[in-house]
């Protein structure tokens, strides 16, 4: 077994620190439930969180106080509506202010791959008749040096912690993700270390599925066994989206008192009410 197998509690706290820089990527699916509760639990604080569409668990975090910063693409709960610890944060600086940066979805999948392929920026075409650029000074408009094309310039995306869930991993340390995948892999090379929680842990992996994709265990910092770690969004092959907790979330989210219940459920007993 590899020594990159661990506990959650461990991964956890032998990787985040005050102040990191976190990725915690699953584009509606794999979502790291599970590792997102266990930073609540562990009282980290002044983090920067990315993320290509923060929902549930950074409404979460930010209301925790956990979060200084957050760069993203859209941000609110899935079918549902807003998130409104996040937006407390934003208009009213509560419980902390947060600053955030903001980008589309394509700025943000190519500063991971940038990040990935570990440059400092990421060029690509966009932003046509938008004003995005105007209020977010980490945007540059730039010229092509060979053609003069009006192009776009984004920061590279290089955390200091990804977070992923994934179905599987091998012994030896080796994950298996499939299913709808969005920047899992490309989170992942661009962070200076990485956990991954997984369903299951097998003796060797056998890629079948859609989408298959594989992290050799160099990529990987730690690995970790938590069944149902991605809930309640869902993971392909193992589990369906409990939409019922999304919708309850509304009435929590908007409630300080509320959320302050559920925050307490999950520091007392490990999940929230």
Known sequence: ??????TLQEAISNYLFDGATVAMEGFTHLIPFAAGHEII????KDLELIRM??????DQLI???????LRFSWGGNPGVGSLFRLREAIEKGYPQPMEVDEHSHAAMAAAYAAGASNMPCAIFKGYYGADLAKVNPS????SCPFTGERLVSVPAIRPDVTIIHAQKASKKGDVYLEGIVGVQKEA?????????TVEEIVDELQP???NAVILPSWTVSAVVHVPGGAKPSYAHGYYSRDNKAYIAWEEISRD???FAEWLNALKSNGHGI
């Open 1 to 6: 077994m590899s020594k990159k197998i661990q």
């Open 208 to 210: 079948s599925g859609p």
């Open 53 to 58: 569409t923060p929902d549930m668990i950074y």
């Open 139 to 142: 945007i540059k408009i730039i």
């Open 256 to 258: 300080r008192e509320k």
């Open 41 to 44: 639990r562990q009282g980290f």
């Open 188 to 196: 992942v090379l661009a962070a200076r270390a990485a956990i991954v």
């Open 63 to 69: 209301g925790a106080g956990c979060v200084r910063k």
